[in-house]
Protein backbone atom coordinates (compact mmCIF):
# COMPACT_ATOMS: atom_id res chain seq x y z
CA UNK A 1 0.00 0.00 0.00
CA UNK A 2 1.54 3.61 -0.98
CA UNK A 3 2.24 5.63 1.86
CA UNK A 4 2.31 9.65 1.36
CA UNK A 5 3.49 12.35 3.10
CA UNK A 6 2.16 15.60 4.11
CA UNK A 7 3.35 17.40 1.25
CA UNK A 8 2.83 14.66 -1.35
CA UNK A 9 -0.89 14.24 0.09
CA UNK A 10 -1.20 17.92 -0.66
CA UNK A 11 0.10 17.51 -3.81
CA UNK A 12 -2.12 14.98 -4.70
CA UNK A 13 -5.20 16.67 -3.41
CA UNK A 14 -4.23 19.39 -5.43
CA UNK A 15 -4.09 17.72 -8.70
CA UNK A 16 -7.30 15.53 -7.99
CA UNK A 17 -9.42 19.14 -7.01
CA UNK A 18 -7.84 20.78 -10.20
CA UNK A 19 -8.93 17.62 -11.98
CA UNK A 20 -12.26 17.87 -11.23
CA UNK A 21 -12.96 16.08 -7.49
CA UNK A 22 -14.33 18.53 -5.28
CA UNK A 23 -12.41 19.50 -2.28
CA UNK A 24 -16.00 19.45 -0.48
CA UNK A 25 -16.91 16.39 -1.53
CA UNK A 26 -13.77 15.17 -0.49
CA UNK A 27 -14.37 16.50 3.10
CA UNK A 28 -18.07 15.04 2.83
CA UNK A 29 -16.33 11.85 2.07
CA UNK A 30 -13.95 12.25 4.99
CA UNK A 31 -16.30 12.91 7.39
CA UNK A 32 -18.95 10.73 6.63
CA UNK A 33 -16.53 7.63 7.02
CA UNK A 34 -15.43 9.12 10.35
CA UNK A 35 -19.27 9.38 11.46
CA UNK A 36 -19.59 5.65 10.33
CA UNK A 37 -17.26 4.51 12.22
CA UNK A 38 -18.62 5.90 15.23
CA UNK A 39 -21.80 4.46 14.77
CA UNK A 40 -20.03 0.97 14.36
CA UNK A 41 -18.98 1.34 18.00
CA UNK A 42 -21.18 3.04 19.79
CA UNK A 43 -24.97 3.62 19.80
CA UNK A 44 -27.22 6.22 19.06
CA UNK A 45 -28.14 9.00 21.55
CA UNK A 46 -24.42 8.77 22.80
CA UNK A 47 -23.05 11.75 23.27
CA UNK A 48 -20.38 12.64 20.89
CA UNK A 49 -17.78 15.38 21.64
CA UNK A 50 -15.79 16.86 18.39
CA UNK A 51 -13.24 18.77 18.67
CA UNK A 52 -13.08 21.37 16.06
CA UNK A 53 -9.51 22.96 14.59
CA UNK A 54 -9.56 25.41 11.97
CA UNK A 55 -8.41 23.69 9.50
CA UNK A 56 -9.47 21.25 6.77
CA UNK A 57 -9.16 18.20 9.39
CA UNK A 58 -11.67 20.74 11.28
CA UNK A 59 -13.76 20.57 8.56
CA UNK A 60 -13.79 17.10 8.25
CA UNK A 61 -15.09 17.01 11.85
CA UNK A 62 -18.08 19.31 11.03
CA UNK A 63 -19.33 16.67 8.47
CA UNK A 64 -18.80 13.93 10.61
CA UNK A 65 -20.48 16.19 13.37
CA UNK A 66 -24.03 16.39 10.81
CA UNK A 67 -24.11 13.12 10.47
CA UNK A 68 -23.98 12.20 13.59
CA UNK A 69 -26.52 14.65 14.39
CA UNK A 70 -28.76 13.16 11.66
CA UNK A 71 -28.62 9.60 13.09
CA UNK A 72 -29.40 10.71 16.44
CA UNK A 73 -26.37 10.99 18.33
CA UNK A 74 -26.17 13.99 20.92
CA UNK A 75 -23.23 15.98 19.29
CA UNK A 76 -21.12 18.85 20.89
CA UNK A 77 -18.58 21.01 19.06
CA UNK A 78 -15.74 22.77 20.79
CA UNK A 79 -14.68 25.21 18.27
CA UNK A 80 -11.06 26.11 18.46
CA UNK A 81 -11.07 28.46 15.94
CA UNK A 82 -12.81 31.72 15.18
CA UNK A 83 -15.86 31.62 12.36
CA UNK A 84 -13.74 33.78 10.46
CA UNK A 85 -10.55 31.64 10.35
CA UNK A 86 -12.34 28.60 9.32
CA UNK A 87 -11.28 27.33 5.60
CA UNK A 88 -14.42 27.93 3.03
CA UNK A 89 -15.50 24.11 2.65
CA UNK A 90 -14.88 23.90 6.42
CA UNK A 91 -16.91 27.07 6.74
CA UNK A 92 -19.76 25.61 4.73
CA UNK A 93 -20.20 22.69 7.05
CA UNK A 94 -19.67 24.75 10.23
CA UNK A 95 -23.31 26.97 8.87
CA UNK A 96 -24.88 23.77 8.13
CA UNK A 97 -23.95 22.49 11.87
CA UNK A 98 -25.66 25.53 12.95
CA UNK A 99 -28.74 25.12 10.69
CA UNK A 100 -29.03 21.94 12.28
CA UNK A 101 -28.65 23.57 15.72
CA UNK A 102 -25.93 21.51 16.52
CA UNK A 103 -24.31 22.49 20.53
CA UNK A 104 -21.30 24.74 20.37
CA UNK A 105 -18.91 25.83 22.26
CA UNK A 106 -16.39 28.43 21.07
CA UNK A 107 -12.91 29.15 21.80
CA UNK A 108 -13.55 32.56 23.12
CA UNK A 109 -16.18 31.45 25.48
CA UNK A 110 -13.75 28.76 26.93
CA UNK A 111 -12.42 30.10 30.61
CA UNK A 112 -8.86 29.52 31.58
CA UNK A 113 -9.97 26.93 33.74
CA UNK A 114 -11.29 24.68 31.43
CA UNK A 115 -14.28 23.93 33.29
CA UNK A 116 -17.00 23.99 30.60
CA UNK A 117 -14.68 21.62 28.85
CA UNK A 118 -13.63 19.65 31.59
CA UNK A 119 -17.65 18.96 32.39
CA UNK A 120 -18.35 18.05 28.75
CA UNK A 121 -15.34 15.55 28.81
CA UNK A 122 -16.31 13.88 31.65
CA UNK A 123 -19.95 13.17 30.77
CA UNK A 124 -19.45 12.55 26.77
CA UNK A 125 -19.20 8.69 25.57
CA UNK A 126 -16.62 9.43 22.69
CA UNK A 127 -14.16 11.98 21.27
CA UNK A 128 -13.39 12.60 18.28
CA UNK A 129 -10.15 14.45 17.65
CA UNK A 130 -10.61 16.90 14.44
CA UNK A 131 -7.81 19.56 15.90
CA UNK A 132 -5.12 19.29 13.52
CA UNK A 133 -4.37 17.13 10.58
CA UNK A 134 -1.47 16.98 8.38
CA UNK A 135 -1.49 21.17 8.27
CA UNK A 136 0.08 21.32 11.93
CA UNK A 137 3.80 23.02 11.07
CA UNK A 138 6.25 23.45 14.08
CA UNK A 139 5.47 22.72 17.93
CA UNK A 140 1.41 23.17 19.22
CA UNK A 141 0.61 26.78 19.70
CA UNK A 142 -2.42 28.54 21.43
CA UNK A 143 -4.53 26.80 23.45
CA UNK A 144 -4.77 22.84 21.27
CA UNK A 145 -2.00 21.80 23.95
CA UNK A 146 -4.09 22.64 26.79
CA UNK A 147 -7.08 20.79 25.24
CA UNK A 148 -4.92 18.11 23.91
CA UNK A 149 -4.16 17.56 27.37
CA UNK A 150 -7.39 17.50 28.40
CA UNK A 151 -7.95 14.90 26.21
CA UNK A 152 -5.50 12.67 27.17
CA UNK A 153 -6.54 13.02 30.89
CA UNK A 154 -9.54 11.97 30.49
CA UNK A 155 -10.39 7.66 30.29
CA UNK A 156 -12.59 7.94 27.33
CA UNK A 157 -12.56 6.05 23.65
CA UNK A 158 -10.53 8.66 21.00
CA UNK A 159 -11.08 8.78 17.41
CA UNK A 160 -8.51 10.65 15.44
CA UNK A 161 -8.97 12.14 12.38
CA UNK A 162 -6.61 11.27 9.78
CA UNK A 163 -3.99 11.53 12.10
CA UNK A 164 -4.00 12.23 16.24
CA UNK A 165 -3.56 15.94 16.52
CA UNK A 166 0.26 16.91 17.28
CA UNK A 167 1.78 14.06 15.29
CA UNK A 168 3.99 15.04 12.38
CA UNK A 169 2.91 12.77 9.32
CA UNK A 170 6.01 13.52 8.13
CA UNK A 171 8.34 11.43 10.14
CA UNK A 172 5.94 10.54 13.96
CA UNK A 173 7.48 13.12 15.95
CA UNK A 174 5.21 14.24 19.21
CA UNK A 175 5.25 18.40 17.82
CA UNK A 176 4.88 19.12 21.61
CA UNK A 177 1.70 16.78 22.77
CA UNK A 178 -0.36 15.06 20.78
CA UNK A 179 -3.77 13.43 21.18
CA UNK A 180 -3.66 9.75 22.56
CA UNK A 181 -6.09 7.98 20.09
CA UNK A 182 -8.41 4.35 20.54
CA UNK A 183 -8.73 4.66 16.54
CA UNK A 184 -7.23 6.61 13.75
CA UNK A 185 -9.10 6.99 10.74
CA UNK A 186 -6.74 8.20 7.68
CA UNK A 187 -7.22 9.81 4.96
CA UNK A 188 -6.76 8.22 1.69
CA UNK A 189 -2.78 6.89 2.57
CA UNK A 190 -1.28 6.38 5.70
CA UNK A 191 1.29 8.60 6.14
CA UNK A 192 4.76 7.79 7.38
CA UNK A 193 3.82 9.22 10.76
CA UNK A 194 1.15 6.90 11.49
CA UNK A 195 3.31 3.94 11.10
CA UNK A 196 6.87 5.26 12.76
CA UNK A 197 7.27 5.32 16.23
CA UNK A 198 6.68 7.40 18.84
CA UNK A 199 3.59 8.41 16.07
CA UNK A 200 2.52 4.90 16.25
CA UNK A 201 1.85 4.28 19.64
CA UNK A 202 -0.57 7.46 19.74
CA UNK A 203 -2.64 6.36 16.69
CA UNK A 204 -4.49 3.12 18.34
CA UNK A 205 -5.93 0.67 15.14
CA UNK A 206 -5.46 2.54 11.88
CA UNK A 207 -7.67 2.25 9.38
CA UNK A 208 -7.75 3.92 5.70
CA UNK A 209 -10.60 5.43 4.40
CA UNK A 210 -10.86 5.64 0.53
CA UNK A 211 -11.70 9.30 -1.16
CA UNK A 212 -12.23 7.81 -4.29
CA UNK A 213 -9.55 9.70 -6.03
CA UNK A 214 -7.51 7.41 -8.27
CA UNK A 215 -3.93 6.23 -7.74
CA UNK A 216 -3.41 7.53 -11.42
CA UNK A 217 -3.18 10.74 -9.31
CA UNK A 218 -1.08 9.24 -6.94
CA UNK A 219 1.71 7.26 -9.11
CA UNK A 220 1.32 11.03 -11.49
CA UNK A 221 2.82 12.85 -8.37
CA UNK A 222 5.34 9.69 -7.61
CA UNK A 223 5.82 8.32 -4.21
CA UNK A 224 8.55 6.30 -2.48
CA UNK A 225 6.78 5.15 0.46
CA UNK A 226 5.15 2.03 0.86
CA UNK A 227 3.59 -0.60 3.39
CA UNK A 228 2.69 -4.37 2.97
CA UNK A 229 -1.02 -5.00 3.82
CA UNK A 230 -2.51 -8.45 4.60
CA UNK A 231 -3.84 -8.98 1.48
CA UNK A 232 -0.57 -7.99 -0.60
CA UNK A 233 1.80 -10.60 1.63
CA UNK A 234 -0.50 -13.28 0.63
CA UNK A 235 -0.63 -12.01 -3.11
CA UNK A 236 3.38 -12.19 -3.02
CA UNK A 237 3.36 -15.65 -1.46
CA UNK A 238 5.21 -18.14 -3.31
CA UNK A 239 3.17 -20.47 -4.62
CA UNK A 240 4.54 -24.44 -4.09
CA UNK A 241 4.52 -25.77 -7.33
CA UNK A 242 2.48 -29.82 -6.51
CA UNK A 243 5.56 -31.23 -8.61
CA UNK A 244 8.16 -29.36 -6.97
CA UNK A 245 11.10 -31.47 -5.35
CA UNK A 246 13.67 -30.14 -2.56
CA UNK A 247 15.46 -28.52 -5.61
CA UNK A 248 12.95 -26.62 -6.52
CA UNK A 249 12.56 -24.95 -3.06
CA UNK A 250 16.26 -23.70 -3.03
CA UNK A 251 19.05 -24.74 -1.41
CA UNK A 252 20.82 -22.45 1.30
CA UNK A 253 23.79 -21.97 2.29
CA UNK A 254 24.37 -20.83 6.09
CA UNK A 255 27.52 -19.67 6.91
CA UNK A 256 28.59 -18.85 10.69
CA UNK A 257 28.74 -20.22 13.74
CA UNK A 258 32.03 -19.77 16.40
CA UNK A 259 32.89 -21.36 19.85
CA UNK A 260 29.78 -20.13 22.10
CA UNK A 261 27.89 -18.95 19.18
CA UNK A 262 26.90 -22.66 17.59
CA UNK A 263 23.30 -21.84 17.79
CA UNK A 264 22.74 -18.78 15.51
CA UNK A 265 23.34 -20.41 11.95
CA UNK A 266 20.83 -23.09 13.54
CA UNK A 267 18.19 -20.90 14.34
CA UNK A 268 18.63 -18.87 10.57
CA UNK A 269 18.38 -22.77 8.92
CA UNK A 270 15.55 -23.58 10.99
CA UNK A 271 13.67 -20.59 9.87
CA UNK A 272 14.17 -20.64 6.30
CA UNK A 273 13.55 -24.87 5.84
CA UNK A 274 9.59 -23.83 8.02
CA UNK A 275 9.54 -20.91 5.51
CA UNK A 276 9.79 -23.38 2.45
CA UNK A 277 12.64 -23.73 1.63
CA UNK A 278 14.12 -26.91 0.42
CA UNK A 279 17.78 -27.93 1.94
CA UNK A 280 19.58 -25.99 4.54
CA UNK A 281 23.18 -26.73 4.79
CA UNK A 282 25.46 -25.14 7.48
CA UNK A 283 28.66 -24.26 6.82
CA UNK A 284 30.48 -24.04 10.50
CA UNK A 285 34.23 -23.45 11.94
CA UNK A 286 35.15 -27.13 12.79
CA UNK A 287 35.86 -26.30 16.09
CA UNK A 288 31.63 -25.63 16.48
CA UNK A 289 30.74 -27.70 13.78
CA UNK A 290 29.58 -31.01 16.03
CA UNK A 291 27.66 -28.87 18.32
CA UNK A 292 26.00 -27.04 15.98
CA UNK A 293 24.61 -30.48 13.76
CA UNK A 294 23.54 -31.57 16.92
CA UNK A 295 20.73 -29.45 17.36
CA UNK A 296 18.80 -30.24 14.05
CA UNK A 297 18.64 -33.86 12.09
CA UNK A 298 17.12 -31.66 9.22
CA UNK A 299 20.11 -29.52 8.98
CA UNK A 300 22.86 -30.59 7.05
CA UNK A 301 26.39 -29.75 8.18
CA UNK A 302 29.87 -28.79 6.40
CA UNK A 303 33.12 -27.90 7.89
CA UNK A 304 34.21 -24.73 6.90
CA UNK A 305 37.99 -24.71 7.99
CA UNK A 306 40.63 -27.16 7.55
CA UNK A 307 40.75 -29.83 10.76
CA UNK A 308 44.68 -28.89 11.27
CA UNK A 309 44.96 -25.44 11.71
CA UNK A 310 41.15 -23.84 11.55
CA UNK A 311 42.15 -21.82 8.68
CA UNK A 312 38.96 -21.59 6.16
CA UNK A 313 39.76 -24.51 3.70
CA UNK A 314 39.07 -22.80 0.28
CA UNK A 315 37.93 -25.47 -1.66
CA UNK A 316 34.88 -26.36 0.81
CA UNK A 317 34.24 -22.65 0.28
CA UNK A 318 34.60 -23.14 -3.10
CA UNK A 319 31.95 -26.09 -4.08
CA UNK A 320 29.75 -24.60 -0.90
CA UNK A 321 29.38 -21.44 -3.16
CA UNK A 322 28.74 -23.45 -6.29
CA UNK A 323 26.12 -25.93 -4.62
CA UNK A 324 23.95 -23.37 -2.97
CA UNK A 325 21.14 -20.90 -4.69
CA UNK A 326 22.15 -18.54 -2.40
CA UNK A 327 24.16 -18.14 0.96
CA UNK A 328 23.58 -16.35 4.17
CA UNK A 329 26.68 -15.07 6.18
CA UNK A 330 26.97 -14.07 9.61
CA UNK A 331 25.23 -15.16 12.12
CA UNK A 332 26.88 -15.93 15.13
CA UNK A 333 30.04 -15.72 12.95
CA UNK A 334 32.63 -13.93 15.82
CA UNK A 335 34.58 -11.36 14.48
CA UNK A 336 37.28 -13.47 13.63
CA UNK A 337 39.73 -12.95 10.79
CA UNK A 338 38.72 -16.40 9.20
CA UNK A 339 35.06 -14.64 9.53
CA UNK A 340 36.15 -11.51 7.33
CA UNK A 341 38.14 -13.53 5.13
CA UNK A 342 35.05 -15.25 4.21
CA UNK A 343 33.07 -12.32 3.89
CA UNK A 344 34.83 -10.67 1.87
CA UNK A 345 35.53 -13.56 -0.80
CA UNK A 346 31.90 -14.05 -0.72
CA UNK A 347 31.12 -10.39 -1.42
CA UNK A 348 33.55 -9.98 -4.06
CA UNK A 349 33.22 -13.93 -5.69
CA UNK A 350 29.77 -15.06 -5.36
CA UNK A 351 27.99 -14.48 -8.05
CA UNK A 352 24.41 -15.67 -6.73
CA UNK A 353 22.25 -13.89 -4.06
CA UNK A 354 23.98 -13.17 -0.63
CA UNK A 355 22.32 -12.48 2.84
CA UNK A 356 25.04 -10.80 5.18
CA UNK A 357 23.42 -10.77 9.02
CA UNK A 358 25.20 -9.98 11.97
CA UNK A 359 28.93 -10.26 12.46
CA UNK A 360 28.99 -10.80 9.07
CA UNK A 361 28.51 -6.85 9.13
CA UNK A 362 30.36 -6.10 11.89
CA UNK A 363 33.65 -7.87 10.09
CA UNK A 364 33.33 -5.58 6.65
CA UNK A 365 35.88 -3.04 7.09
CA UNK A 366 35.83 -1.77 3.03
CA UNK A 367 32.10 -0.45 2.40
CA UNK A 368 33.75 0.01 -0.86
CA UNK A 369 33.69 -4.11 -1.40
CA UNK A 370 29.80 -3.29 -1.57
CA UNK A 371 29.35 -1.02 -3.85
CA UNK A 372 31.80 -3.00 -6.35
CA UNK A 373 29.25 -6.05 -6.45
CA UNK A 374 27.05 -6.68 -8.57
CA UNK A 375 24.71 -9.54 -8.30
CA UNK A 376 21.78 -9.43 -5.24
CA UNK A 377 23.40 -8.11 -1.79
CA UNK A 378 21.18 -8.03 1.40
CA UNK A 379 21.92 -6.44 4.22
CA UNK A 380 19.99 -6.79 7.29
CA UNK A 381 21.59 -4.90 10.21
CA UNK A 382 20.26 -3.82 13.43
CA UNK A 383 20.90 0.10 14.40
CA UNK A 384 24.37 -1.09 16.30
CA UNK A 385 25.67 -2.58 13.13
CA UNK A 386 24.37 0.26 10.68
CA UNK A 387 25.94 2.35 13.31
CA UNK A 388 29.57 0.75 13.07
CA UNK A 389 28.85 0.14 8.77
CA UNK A 390 28.93 3.98 9.07
CA UNK A 391 31.47 4.89 11.50
CA UNK A 392 28.73 7.17 13.13
CA UNK A 393 26.59 6.72 16.55
CA UNK A 394 23.83 4.76 16.70
CA UNK A 395 21.47 7.57 17.87
CA UNK A 396 22.21 9.62 14.60
CA UNK A 397 21.00 6.29 12.53
CA UNK A 398 17.98 6.32 14.99
CA UNK A 399 16.90 10.37 14.29
CA UNK A 400 16.33 9.71 10.70
CA UNK A 401 16.27 5.91 9.90
CA UNK A 402 14.34 6.33 6.62
CA UNK A 403 17.08 8.99 4.97
CA UNK A 404 20.15 6.81 6.16
CA UNK A 405 18.72 3.74 4.96
CA UNK A 406 17.71 5.08 1.68
CA UNK A 407 20.94 6.42 1.28
CA UNK A 408 22.79 3.14 2.05
CA UNK A 409 20.49 1.32 -0.33
CA UNK A 410 20.44 3.82 -3.21
CA UNK A 411 24.17 4.75 -3.14
CA UNK A 412 25.78 0.92 -2.77
CA UNK A 413 22.72 -0.58 -4.69
CA UNK A 414 21.89 -3.17 -2.14
CA UNK A 415 18.44 -4.34 -0.14
CA UNK A 416 18.68 -3.10 3.46
CA UNK A 417 16.58 -3.98 6.31
CA UNK A 418 17.46 -1.90 8.84
CA UNK A 419 15.93 -3.28 12.03
CA UNK A 420 14.57 -1.76 15.07
CA UNK A 421 10.74 -1.07 16.15
CA UNK A 422 8.94 -0.17 13.02
CA UNK A 423 12.01 -1.98 10.28
CA UNK A 424 12.38 -0.12 7.54
CA UNK A 425 13.29 -1.38 4.44
CA UNK A 426 14.87 0.26 1.82
CA UNK A 427 15.49 -0.94 -1.93
CA UNK A 428 18.38 0.09 -4.35
CA UNK A 429 15.93 1.96 -6.50
CA UNK A 430 14.83 4.41 -3.58
CA UNK A 431 11.61 3.08 -2.28
CA UNK A 432 11.16 2.43 1.20
CA UNK A 433 8.89 -0.28 2.99
CA UNK A 434 7.77 0.86 6.43
CA UNK A 435 6.79 -2.72 8.25
CA UNK A 436 3.60 -2.65 10.73
CA UNK A 437 4.09 -6.05 12.12
CA UNK A 438 6.15 -7.32 15.07
CA UNK A 439 6.67 -5.92 18.71
CA UNK A 440 8.81 -5.32 21.76
CA UNK A 441 9.01 -9.04 22.71
CA UNK A 442 11.19 -9.78 19.52
CA UNK A 443 14.19 -7.89 21.11
CA UNK A 444 15.69 -10.85 22.28
CA UNK A 445 18.65 -12.77 20.85
CA UNK A 446 18.37 -14.67 17.93
CA UNK A 447 15.31 -13.02 16.72
CA UNK A 448 17.44 -11.55 14.07
CA UNK A 449 18.97 -14.38 12.84
CA UNK A 450 15.74 -15.81 12.36
CA UNK A 451 14.74 -12.95 10.47
CA UNK A 452 18.02 -13.54 8.06
CA UNK A 453 15.96 -17.24 7.97
CA UNK A 454 12.90 -16.17 6.75
CA UNK A 455 13.89 -13.72 3.54
CA UNK A 456 16.72 -16.41 2.64
CA UNK A 457 13.45 -19.33 2.61
CA UNK A 458 11.49 -17.15 0.53
CA UNK A 459 14.17 -16.08 -1.86
CA UNK A 460 14.87 -19.24 -2.46
CA UNK A 461 11.80 -20.14 -3.01
CA UNK A 462 11.77 -18.15 -6.43
CA UNK A 463 10.47 -14.77 -4.73
CA UNK A 464 12.35 -11.67 -6.25
CA UNK A 465 14.60 -10.01 -3.82
CA UNK A 466 12.43 -6.78 -3.19
CA UNK A 467 9.73 -8.98 -2.05
CA UNK A 468 11.27 -11.28 -0.41
CA UNK A 469 12.95 -9.09 2.40
CA UNK A 470 9.67 -6.77 2.24
CA UNK A 471 7.49 -10.14 2.99
CA UNK A 472 10.51 -11.79 5.18
CA UNK A 473 9.86 -8.69 7.59
CA UNK A 474 6.26 -8.88 7.48
CA UNK A 475 6.01 -12.62 8.58
CA UNK A 476 8.95 -12.38 11.20
CA UNK A 477 6.73 -9.59 12.84
CA UNK A 478 3.73 -11.63 11.98
CA UNK A 479 4.99 -14.72 13.71
CA UNK A 480 6.37 -12.28 16.90
CA UNK A 481 2.98 -11.10 17.18
CA UNK A 482 1.37 -14.62 17.19
CA UNK A 483 3.66 -16.02 19.48
CA UNK A 484 3.16 -13.04 21.54
CA UNK A 485 -0.21 -13.70 22.43
CA UNK A 486 0.65 -16.77 24.52
CA UNK A 487 4.36 -16.25 25.18
CA UNK A 488 3.95 -12.59 26.95
CA UNK A 489 6.27 -10.22 25.77
CA UNK A 490 8.49 -11.23 28.27
CA UNK A 491 8.99 -14.66 27.40
CA UNK A 492 9.15 -14.59 23.90
CA UNK A 493 12.60 -16.19 22.31
CA UNK A 494 13.79 -16.51 18.88
CA UNK A 495 12.71 -20.55 18.65
CA UNK A 496 9.17 -19.14 19.42
CA UNK A 497 9.37 -17.25 16.12
CA UNK A 498 10.20 -20.23 14.42
CA UNK A 499 7.94 -22.40 15.97
CA UNK A 500 4.65 -19.36 15.14
CA UNK A 501 6.02 -19.54 11.27
CA UNK A 502 3.15 -22.04 10.44
CA UNK A 503 0.92 -19.73 11.98
CA UNK A 504 1.84 -16.85 10.59
CA UNK A 505 1.50 -18.37 6.80
CA UNK A 506 -2.08 -19.91 7.96
CA UNK A 507 -3.28 -16.43 9.23
CA UNK A 508 -2.24 -14.75 5.98
CA UNK A 509 -3.99 -17.24 4.11
CA UNK A 510 -6.88 -16.82 6.23
CA UNK A 511 -6.70 -13.05 4.84
CA UNK A 512 -6.42 -11.76 8.67
CA UNK A 513 -2.94 -10.97 9.44
CA UNK A 514 -2.20 -7.56 11.06
CA UNK A 515 -4.39 -5.06 8.33
CA UNK A 516 -2.23 -1.65 9.09
CA UNK A 517 -2.29 -2.71 12.86
N1 LIG B 1 -8.43 18.21 -0.01
C1 LIG B 1 -7.75 17.96 1.06
O1 LIG B 1 -6.64 18.47 1.23
C2 LIG B 1 -8.35 17.08 2.06
C3 LIG B 1 -7.96 17.25 3.36
N2 LIG B 1 -8.52 16.58 4.33
C4 LIG B 1 -8.26 16.93 5.73
O2 LIG B 1 -7.57 18.14 5.81
C5 LIG B 1 -6.43 18.00 6.65
C6 LIG B 1 -5.38 18.96 6.19
O3 LIG B 1 -5.97 20.23 6.22
P1 LIG B 1 -5.15 21.56 6.40
O4 LIG B 1 -4.10 21.63 5.39
O5 LIG B 1 -6.15 22.64 6.44
O6 LIG B 1 -4.41 21.39 7.77
P2 LIG B 1 -4.93 21.13 9.27
O7 LIG B 1 -6.36 20.88 9.34
O8 LIG B 1 -4.03 20.14 9.82
O9 LIG B 1 -4.71 22.53 10.02
C7 LIG B 1 -3.88 23.52 9.57
C8 LIG B 1 -4.18 24.77 10.38
O10 LIG B 1 -3.75 24.58 11.69
C9 LIG B 1 -2.98 25.68 12.12
N3 LIG B 1 -1.73 25.18 12.68
C10 LIG B 1 -0.67 24.71 11.97
N4 LIG B 1 0.32 24.33 12.79
C11 LIG B 1 -0.14 24.55 14.04
C12 LIG B 1 0.43 24.34 15.31
N5 LIG B 1 1.64 23.86 15.45
N6 LIG B 1 -0.30 24.65 16.41
C13 LIG B 1 -1.54 25.15 16.29
N7 LIG B 1 -2.13 25.38 15.09
C14 LIG B 1 -1.44 25.08 13.98
C15 LIG B 1 -2.70 26.55 10.95
O11 LIG B 1 -3.21 27.83 11.26
C16 LIG B 1 -3.44 25.94 9.81
O12 LIG B 1 -4.40 26.81 9.32
C17 LIG B 1 -6.06 16.57 6.59
O13 LIG B 1 -5.36 16.17 7.73
C18 LIG B 1 -7.42 15.90 6.46
O14 LIG B 1 -7.98 15.68 7.72
C19 LIG B 1 -9.71 15.79 4.08
O15 LIG B 1 -10.75 16.65 4.27
C20 LIG B 1 -9.78 15.21 2.73
C21 LIG B 1 -9.39 16.14 1.65
K1 LIG C 1 -6.62 14.98 14.09
Not at 98 to 114: P, Q
Request: hydrophobic share 40%; with cysteine; proline share 4%.
Amino acid sequence: MIVLKPAEMRAVDKAAIEAGFPGVMLMEIAGRAVADKVVKFIEPGSKVLIFIGKGNNGGDGLVAARYLDTEGYNVQLILLAGEDSLSDSSLMNYRLCKLRSINTLKIDTIGTDYQEVKNLLAACDIVIDAILGTGISGSIRGRAADLIELINNVDKKVLAVDIPSGISGENGSVLGKAVKATWTLTMAYPKPGLLLYPGRKYCGQIGVVDLTVPEKFVLNEGCSHYTLTCSEALDWLPTREKTGHKGSFGKITVIGGSPGMDGAPVLTGLAALKTGAGLVRLAIPGDTLSISSAYSPELITTPLTKSDNNEPDWNIISKVMADSDMIVAGPGFGRSKTSSEVIKKLISTYHKPLLIDADGLNVIDDIKLLKQRKETLILTPHPGEMARLLDEEIKVIQQDRIKIARQFAVDKQLYLVLKGAATIIALPDGKIYINTTGNEGMATAGSGDTLAGIIAGLLSQGLAPEKAVVLGVYLHGLAGDLAVQDTTSYSLMAGDLIDYIPAAIKKLIAGSGGELK
